[in-house]
T-cell receptor
Framework: GQQVMQIPQYQHVQEGEDFTTYCNSS?????IQWYKQRPGGHPVFLIQ?????EVKKQKRLTFQFGEAKKNSSLHITATQTTDVGTYFCRGGTSYGKLTFGQGTILTVHP | EPEVTQTPSHQVTQMGQEVILRCVPI?????FYWYRQILGQKVEFLVSFYNNEISEKSEIFDDQFSVERPDGSNFTLKIRSTKLEDSAMYFCASRGAFRNIQYFGAGTRLSVL
């Protein structure tokens, strides 16, 4: 079945450093979504990517969808303590199946 | 801003008991979902619901689980005979007809003793 692998599982950074999490699917995706879950909170939708090679930015966050639509990345520039949380990708296929990645837990040391 | 509400926030039950987790989706949404997150693990899809019927379910969603939309506002997840391994956070989500964005509730933490 479809699998979505996300790496790294954990990332510890100093405030001000950059952070990147990667998402890889075993099958071609029709779209990919990114969510953020604060500690003790619920997933909150960040963005959806649909087009091959698409790049979208939200302030310090840059999201990229691979040319083959099987991988994606989320990059945070100059992390802040408010960026702490777990970042999940979720891959969607053309037949509607949705699969979450395992998530990357980001901790930011001030 | 409208939000998905879930009750209770924490449910403690004995193994073998039935539990019903309740969700009130955003009012004009048409697609409803249940997810499970075991402590420290990823969010897992359980079931999606549209037009008063299940549209997709995962292998986790076995005969012990059922969903219902008993009235125009509530969306419930029932676990008939809880097992220890059902202990998890259960999230409800909903989305509208046109935008593929799911809005999650705050979750119900289910503890099976």
């Amino acid at each position: 079945g479809q699998q979505v692998m996300q790496i790294p599982q954990y990332q510890h950074v100093q405030e001000g450093e950059d952070f990147t999490t990667y998402c890889n699917s075993s099958t071609t995706l029709s779209n990919i979504q990114w969510y953020k879950q604060r500690p003790g909170g619920h997933p909150v939708f960040l963005i959806q990517l649909v087009k091959s090679g698409e790049v979208k930015k939200q302030k310090r966050l840059t999201f990229q969808f691979g040319e083959a639509k099987k991988n994606s990345s989320l990059h945070i520039t100059a992390t802040q303590t408010t960026d702490v949380g777990t970042y999940f990708c979720r891959g969607g296929t053309s037949y509607g199946k949705l699969t979450f990645g395992q998530g990357t837990i980001l901790t930011v040391h001030p | 801003e409208p939000e998905v509400t879930q009750t209770p926030s924490h449910q403690v039950t004995q193994m073998g008991q039935e539990v019903i987790l309740r969700c009130v989706p955003i009012s004009n949404h048409l697609y409803f979902y249940w997810y499970r997150q075991i402590l420290g693990q990823k969010v897992e899809f359980l079931v999606s619901f549209y037009n008063n019927e299940i549209s997709e379910k995962s292998e986790i969603f076995d005969d012990q689980f059922s969903v219902e939309r008993p009235d125009g506002s509530n969306f419930t997840l029932k676990i008939r005979s809880t097992k220890l391994e059902d202990s998890a956070m259960y999230f409800c989500a909903s989305r509208g007809a046109f935008r593929n964005i799911q809005y999650f509730g705050a979750g119900t933490r289910l503890s099976v003793l």
